[in-house]
Each structure stands twice: as structure tokens, then as C-alpha cells.
């Protein structure tokens, strides 16, 4: 029995010595152009997997005059770093947030360098505008009727800026549709299809005038719910915005999230 239990006791020693490592971390914090960032505030939060307490852990340090931080003598399974400061956005895009300190079968421990750390981005935020905002849970009829959307006055209705229509099913049939579509048009302006991380200034032309969506059974981009982003123009002289459209192919309308900016500046970044 006694024989037993110490081989079980060594065999959870070992689990335990592949589940959590010895932590130990070096980083850097820059901006936009590849500069120091002292004063970010740094947050480790790092996790405990049985045997030993389950449950998290964390402590706060602050990146120095060369923007370099760190963090030793603590044991885990992994290690979450969150970087923020007054005045910054996370750059989310290019910073790796999350660090395996296991060496479990399949697993790759992180092999943190001090003469290599890892670097974590932050882009200074900008002076904002004062941005017309809203989300329009826009009725569109399903038979094409148009109805527009008044981006100035964050409502829709008879009259607007922008042009929404759609063909769908009734909704009680919708599951057996084999066609359906959404179609935006801003007579004035139109679209710039946007997938930018901080999309604070609006593209000075090359806008379309129309984003039309047909979707068709046993085409490749079937699909009964999509949402999509634009940038948007409109009126003369021209103002800017950007929007998210989300629909689907149940839904009497479409959900309509926007802002613009009402002075005729491309400056879409919102004031702090």
C-alpha cells in the first residue's frame, strides 16, 4: 500500500512539473512609431491547474524609461499580460496577450529571452471629433420597398441620405428560402468597404455607390446572416462616416450602427 501511494504521490509530482513552470517574462512597450513608452501599466494575471489551487493569480508592474517591464519567481500553467495607458489604444492586432508555460505531451513551453522581449504596441490616440452616432434597428419592407435612413437626424423613414431595400421570404417561411437579398445606396456618395483596426479617417474618394448583397441556395456565398463594415460618404459638399450593417435572412429590417462626422472632415476618431 505504502508502495502505492508514493507512486502516486511521484506520479502527480510529475503532472504538476509539466502543468506549471517557473514564469518568467520579459516585454517591451512601444508606440505607433516604434518608441519607448514609459508609465504603461502592465497587469500579469497567471494560472494555477491542479494539483496545486486552482484559480488565478496576478500582480502589476509599470514599463520603465526604455519601456521594458518584467515578472520572475511565480509558478503556472500560463500568463495573460495586458498593456494599457491614459492616451493609448492596445494595438490588439499585433500584441500576443497569452503565454503556455506547460509542458504537457503536445505543448511548447514559451522561451522568454531577456535580450529579446516581447514587444507590445500602443498607438497614441488622436484629437477626436464630435461625432452624430446611433444604431438604427432599421423595418425595411421584404417586397424591395425602399426606406431611407437620415444619418444627421438617426432616424429612418421617407426621406434620408441613404437608401435601404430588400427581397426576403415572409418569415414564417424563411427556413425553406432558397433566395434572398439587401441592397444600400447613397445616391450622393456611397461606400468604401472597411476592415481597419482604428478606422478613424475616412478614404477621400473611391466610394461606390451602391452595396448590394444577393445570396442564392447552392452558391459558395450562401449564407442566411451576415454584417459587414463601410466607410460612407454623402451630400455635396461631401460628409464622412462609417458603418456596420448586420441583417439576416429572417429579420424584417436590418440593424444599422453608425457615425459620421457632421463638419465635412474625414476625422472619424470619437473625442476622448
Do not use: C
Request: aromatic share 14%; hydrophobic share 30%.
Amino acid at each position: 500500500m505504502q508502495q502505492k501511494i508514493e507512486s502516486l504521490s511521484n506520479a502527480v509530482q510529475n503532472y504538476s512539473r509539466q502543468v506549471h513552470g517557473q514564469i518568467e517574462f520579459y516585454g517591451k512597450v512601444v508606440d505607433e512609431s516604434n518608441q519607448s513608452i514609459e508609465g504603461a501599466n502592465i497587469e500579469f494575471v497567471w494560472a494555477h491547474i491542479w494539483p496545486l489551487a486552482e484559480g488565478t493569480s496576478s500582480t502589476n508592474t509599470i514599463s520603465d524609461s526604455e519601456g521594458l517591464f518584467s515578472l520572475a519567481g511565480v509558478v503556472g500553467a500560463n500568463l495573460g499580460v495586458q498593456v494599457s495607458k491614459n492616451g493609448y489604444y492596445n494595438v490588439r492586432s499585433l500584441n500576443n496577450e497569452e503565454f503556455n508555460y506547460s509542458s504537457l505531451p503536445g505543448m511548447t513551453p514559451f522561451q522568454p529571452d531577456p535580450n529579446n522581449p516581447v514587444i507590445f504596441h500602443l498607438r497614441k490616440k488622436g484629437v477626436g471629433a464630435d461625432l452624430i452616432s446611433a444604431t438604427l434597428n432599421v423595418k425595411v419592407p421584404r417586397d424591395g420597398t425602399p426606406v431611407y435612413v437620415d444619418f444627421l437626424n438617426q432616424k429612418f423613414g421617407a426621406d434620408g441620405q441613404m437608401q435601404t431595400s430588400q427581397i426576403k421570404p415572409p418569415y414564417e417561411s424563411w427556413k425553406q428560402a432558397t433566395m434572398w437579398s439587401f441592397k444600400m445606396e447613397i445616391p450622393s456618395g456611397g461606400f468604401i468597404g472597411q476592415n481597419d483596426e482604428f478606422p478613424f479617417e475616412a478614404p477621400e474618394s473611391g466610394y461606390q455607390r451602391t452595396a448590394e448583397f444577393d445570396f442564392k441556395t447552392g452558391q459558395t456565398d450562401w449564407k442566411t446572416y451576415f454584417t459587414t463594415n463601410y466607410y460612407f460618404s454623402f451630400g455635396n459638399p461631401p460628409r464622412y462616416g462609417r458603418l456596420t450593417v448586420e441583417t439576416d435572412i429572417s429579420w424584417g429590417g436590418a440593424r444599422i450602427t453608425y457615425v459620421v462626422n457632421p463638419t465635412g472632415s474625414r476625422n472619424l476618431e470619437p473625442a476622448q
